[in-house]
C-alpha cells in the first residue's frame, strides 16, 4: 500500500512539473522571407587577423588573432586604438564589454580586463565559452558548451547555474534585450527568454543552425548563421530575413548605434544600417 502511494505521489509529481512547463509561452515564428538586400554603407579592410568583434557602447571593440591585444574603433571607424593584453592568450575567441570591463577569452579561460587600469587576470578557467552576456555591470553570464550549463559569474568570481540542460539543450549564444530579459539560442532551434531569475519565459522557434545572436535597442533581435549572408530579425513573433551584400564568410555580428557590424572572414569588417529603423 505505502509502495502504491509513493507511485501515485510521484506521477502526480511529474504531472504538476509538465504543467508548469506547458505555462511558457512557446510558439513558432512566421515563415522566412529573404526579400530585401543590404548593401553595406562602409567597408574596412584590416592589417592583422581578428576572431571576434563586440560593441562597446558606440564603440567597436576587436580581438587580434595574435591573443596580445584589442582594437578599438570609433563610431565612425576612423580612429583606432590599440589596447594591450597583459596576458597572451594562446588560442583567442572572443571578446565582450560592459561599462566597467572587457573580457576575452580563448579555448578554456575567460579573462577580465579593467578598463581604467587595464590590469588583465583569469576569471573563470576550465571553461568551454560559446557566449557572453551582462548581467549587471562587473557581473556575466557565461555559457559553458562542455557543460550546457549557462553561469552566473558575479563581480567578485564566485558562479552558480543559471540555467541548466534540463532548461536549455546545446546553448550556442546569448544577447541582451532592451527590457533586461535575456535571449539565449538552442542549437535545437529555439530562442528562449529568460529573465533575472532565470526563469523561460517564452520559447520561439528559429531557422536550424543560427549561432549568432545580438539585439538592438528596439528589442529586436538579430541572428545569423556563421559562414551564411543572410540577417534574420525577429520581432513580435515574427521574423524577416535580408540578404548582407558583400559578406562572403561572416564569423561575429553586434550592433552599434543604428547599424550593425558583421566580422567577415577575420580580415574585414562591413557595416550596415539596422533595416526597419
Do not use: H
Request: proline share 4%.
Amino acid at each position: 500500500m505505502g509502495q502504491l502511494v509513493m507511485r501515485c505521489f510521484s506521477f502526480l509529481l511529474v504531472l504538476l512539473v509538465l504543467l508548469g512547463n506547458g505555462c511558457r509561452g512557446t510558439g513558432k515564428v512566421m515563415p522566412v522571407k529573404v526579400e530585401e538586400v543590404l548593401q553595406p554603407l562602409q567597408k574596412i579592410e584590416l592589417n592583422s587577423e581578428i576572431v571576434g568583434i563586440c560593441a562597446d557602447g558606440n564603440r567597436v571593440l576587436m580581438l587580434d588573432n595574435s591573443g596580445t591585444r584589442v582594437l578599438r574603433f570609433d563610431s565612425s571607424f576612423a580612429t583606432v586604438e590599440t589596447i594591450p593584453l597583459g596576458i597572451r592568450l594562446t588560442a583567442p575567441r572572443g571578446i565582450y564589454a560592459d561599462r566597467y570591463y572587457i573580457y576575452v577569452y580563448d579555448d578554456n579561460t575567460l579573462y577580465r580586463l579593467a578598463k581604467d587600469k587595464l590590469v588583465m587576470s583569469a576569471w573563470f578557467n576550465n571553461v568551454r565559452i560559446e557566449g557572453l552576456a551582462g548581467f549587471s555591470p562587473g557581473e556575466m553570464l557565461v555559457i559553458d558548451g562542455d557543460r550546457q550549463v549557462v553561469w552566473l559569474k558575479s563581480l567578485f568570481g564566485e558562479s552558480r547555474p543559471f540555467l541548466d540542460r534540463t532548461e536549455i539543450a546545446k546553448p550556442k549564444g546569448m544577447a541582451v534585450f532592451a527590457d533586461g530579459i535575456f535571449g539565449v539560442l538552442a542549437g535545437t532551434g529555439w530562442l528562449l527568454k529568460v529573465n533575472r531569475a532565470g526563469i523561460v519565459t517564452e520559447s520561439l522557434s528559429v531557422p536550424t543552425g543560427i549561432d549568432l545572436i545580438t539585439a538592438d535597442k528596439k528589442g529586436r533581435v538579430l541572428v545569423m548563421r556563421r559562414g551564411e549572408p543572410v540577417l534574420f530579425v525577429i520581432a513580435d513573433k515574427t521574423i524577416q530575413g535580408y540578404e548582407v551584400q558583400d559578406a562572403l564568410n561572416p564569423m561575429a555580428l553586434a550592433v552599434t548605434g543604428d547599424r550593425f557590424v558583421i566580422l567577415d572572414g577575420g580580415r574585414r569588417i562591413l557595416l550596415y544600417a539596422l533595416p526597419g529603423k
